[in-house]
């Protein structure tokens, strides 16, 4: 089985961990493209936490544009995943004051 092949099988199954290792082995360009692969499928999944995480985790690689472009994705994600949830609690839990207070109504 060629790299590609291999890249892309792991990447099917989930199994970034191994994706990753083995993109590492073969140079940025080719880590690059499966570091994005895999934080867009956390994106995705929900996850953006986690894709925060294997971003984090190659920082030092001269990321790509694309790349770059995702870390703005994923902050925004987390963002309103917090802000969502906070929001929720305040509706189901404060008096209609506070909630009124809180998103400035």
Known sequence: MDLN????MYAERGDWDRALETASEHGNDVLHKYVALCATQKIK???P???????????SLNYSQYVCNLFAVVI????STRLSSKLQ?????????VWNLYIGG
Not at 5 to 8: I, Q, W
Not at 49 to 59: I, K, M, N
Not at 76 to 79: A, D, H, P, S, V
């Open 76 to 79: 925004q994600e987390i963002w």
């Open 5 to 8: 092949s291999a890249l892309e």
């Open 49 to 59: 936490g986690e894709a925060l995480q294997v971003l984090l985790a190659f920082y």
């Open 89 to 97: 609690y305040l509706q189901k839990n404060c008096c209609g004051y």
């Open 45 to 47: 999944d929900g996850r």
